[in-house]
């Protein structure tokens, strides 16, 4: 989250006073960031009213994605009491956001008519490794 606290709260009071959930998110799109820093920003989302905190991080190596799905469930069984989205994005990334929910990831992202991060998958692919593995 790269906006000021004030501007992060008139938001979430401008959407609550017209019933609409907000996703509080962070991207990072050069690298994965250590375990502490991934939760300690949903924390910060939570913490600031989100109604789903959101990290989406760049895998440089496979350790990378073993980061964020261990932050996921780190995240969920610790931390958060609100839902959440993780995901690794890129082509090495994109597993993470089928298994996600194997995790505690509790929504991913496909593409509907254009793609907007890298990595996501055309919303029929993706239903249908979804149908296999859940």
């Known amino acids: 989250m790269c906006n000021d606290t004030a501007f992060i709260t008139a938001i ?3 959407a609550e006073l017209s019933g609409i959930k907000v996703i509080l998110s962070f991207h990072d799109f050069e ?3 250590e ?3 991934i939760i300690d920003r ?3 989302a939570q913490d600031l009213g989100a109604h789903i905190a959101k990290a989406a991080v ?3 190596n496979h350790r990378d994605i073993i980061v964020l799905l261990n932050t ?3 995240a969920k069984a610790e931390a958060l009491q609100i839902p959440i989205v ?3 994005m890129g082509k090495l990334g994109i597993v993470t956001r089928i298994v996600g929910g194997l995790f505690g990831s509790d929504i991913t992202f496909a593409i509907g008519k254009i793609s907007s991060s890298p990595g996501q998958i ?3 692919e993706l239903r249908k490794a979804m149908a296999i593995i859940y």
């Open 86 to 88: 993780k995901m690794s």
């Open 58 to 60: 760049m895998p440089n």
């Open 31 to 33: 690298k994965t960031s």
């Open 42 to 44: 949903l924390i910060r």
């Open 72 to 74: 996921t469930i780190k």
């Open 122 to 124: 055309p919303i029929g």
């Open 12 to 14: 979430l009071e401008t």
């Open 35 to 37: 375990e502490v820093v």
